[in-house]
């Protein structure tokens, strides 16, 4: 299990988790944060602070989010628009640095 950002952070971008994370495991896209799935260790600390509610266990996604389980794997395991590369597992969030990009659905997305 992991914890994964659904559809409330589209456009919200607060970036409370991401302070919060003790790990740097959250990463800027363009619309929404991504949370990379082998670098979490579980903890659960960006949840609560979450200010939409946006952040849930990748089994306890709402039924009408589950694209984005999908989307935050997608976001690490293939090429982001304009990159011949998979960004995969850099590490750290802060090293990656804002990435200003998303995953076709999620550029697409529409509340």
């Known amino acids: ?16 988790c991401v302070e919060e994370c003790p790990v740097d495991c959250i990463y800027v896209g363009g619309r929404m944060a991504y949370i990379q799935p082998t670098e979490c260790v579980d903890c ?14 990748d089994t306890d996604m709402p039924s009408d989010q589950r694209q984005f389980v999908a989307e935050n794997a997608r976001f690490f395991a293939e090429p ?6 998979a960004l995969g597992s850099p590490g750290s ?19």
């Open 80 to 85: 982001l628009p304009g990159r011949t590369e």
């Open 1 to 16: 299990m992991t914890f994964v950002i659904g559809a409330p952070c589209v456009d919200i971008m607060d970036r409370a």
């Open 44 to 57: 659960g600390a960006c949840e609560p602070v979450c200010p939409v509610e946006a952040i849930y266990l």
């Open 93 to 111: 969030a802060a090293k990656a640095g804002e990435l200003g990009v998303d995953t076709p659905f999620v550029q697409a997305f529409t509340k």
